[in-house]
Structures are given as structure tokens and as C-alpha cells.
């Protein structure tokens, strides 16, 4: 089975993502950790932010692989474990920018397609309508901005930031997401919509799971 989790920073697509592949079994692919790894070897190359190019070639030759299991995933860049530092800001503003890129979406597609053809939970912007159209089931994960940037803020501690910081970020990624011309954010035809403001995590979790149980036939999904 290969589930395709899709929506805007800080709708909660991770930790549902992880919930789910726990649940069910299933490899658990954090594609935003992927763009986030290459981000960070931009910066450790002191590679120009504009040089699509290079960047491009660089995204295509990187090693990045995830290890370990859905509750101790590890993200390996050229065989080093950048887990943690690739959730620092400054890699978070390089990911957003270098995401747009055709050529760093395309060698990332390749290699998300290689590690979820066994079957896979993934979560993205593209993974429903680019990575995995054929997905046995698509969710559209969202919530309104105000409580996506609140998340985020809770979530990540940015010591460095203000919420309303954070909050503006978060809008500006959004509008970049929602208009590049490569792979932009949308919600793919198919996919179910779930807006998780006022919600609870299981609250949700409950909702997507009805869902999968509804597309086995009642049966536990496999």
C-alpha cells in the first residue's frame, strides 16, 4: 500500500505520516527531510542560493538516505546523520528556496520513488499528484494559517524568532509552494481533504484510518 500525505508547512503531515506508517506497518519517507538534506549541502559546498545549476547537479549526486524505524528515523547525508541540524533555520530557509528548483524536485522524485515502491507512507507537496498519482489512497492534509504557524512555533522552539516571525514565514513558503511552475502545491483530484484546525491529532489520525479502513473494504489494511 502506498499512502500519499500532502498539504502546507505545519498541517501536521509528520507526525499523522509517522502515526500512520506505525499503524499500519509501512516505511515512513519524510520527503521534506529530503529537500532539507540537500539545502544543507548547499550550504556545507557555500554554494550561490541563484546557482540553480550546480545545485541542481548537486541534488543528483548526493547519497541521502533514511534509516531506522518510523520511531527513530534517521536522515543520512553522504553517510553522516543530519537529523538534527537540518531542522536549524538556516537550512529551513535554503530548503524552501531551493525546492523550487526543477532539477533538485526531479532527482528527489527518482529517489522517493525508489525507496517507496515496496509499499510506504509519504508525506510532501507533490506526492500525491507527481511522486505516487497512482497512490492507493491521497490525503490533503490543511488547517488555517494561524494555527499552522502556532504549531510550528510550539514545535521547533525557534529561540531566534518571534511567533509573528514565524507566522510570516510560513505564509511566505506557502505562496512559494502554491506558485512555482514546477510541482506545485495542490490537492490532487482524489485526494481527501481534512482540515485539521480545531483538531486534535487523533482526532485526525481517527478520521484518515476510517478512511484507509473504508478503502480495504472494512478489512485491516495491509
Known sequence: MIIAIDGPSGAGKSTLGRMLARELGLLYIDTGSMYRAVALAVIQ?????????????????????????????????????????????????????????????????????????????????????????????????????????????????????????VHADMTERDRRDTTRADSPLLKADDAILIDSSGLSIDEVFGKMMEAIRKKSGGRPPS
Open 45 to 165: 559546498a557555500s554554494i550561490n542560493q541563484n546557482d540553480d545549476t550546480t545545485i541542481g547537479a548537486l541534488a543528483s549526486r548526493v547519497d541521502i538516505n533514511l534509516e531506522g524505524d518510523v520511531d527513530s528515523l534517521r536522515v543520512m547525508l553522504d553517510g553522516q546523520d543530519v537529523t538534527e541540524r537540518i531542522r536549524a533555520e538556516d537550512v529551513t530557509h535554503m530548503s524552501s528556496l531551493i525546492s523550487t528548483i526543477p532539477a533538485v524536485r526531479r532527482a528527489m522524485v527518482q529517489r522517493q520513488r525508489e525507496l517507496g515502491e515496496r509499499g510506504a507512507v509519504l508525506n510532501g507537496r507533490d506526492i500525491g499528484t507527481v511522486v505516487f498519482p497512482g497512490a492507493d489512497l491521497k490525503f490533503f492534509l490543511t488547517a488555517s494559517a494561524n494555527e499552522r504557524a502556532q504549531r510550528r512555533f510550539d514545535e521547533e522552539h525557534p529561540q531566534e524568532l518571534t511567533f509573528k516571525q
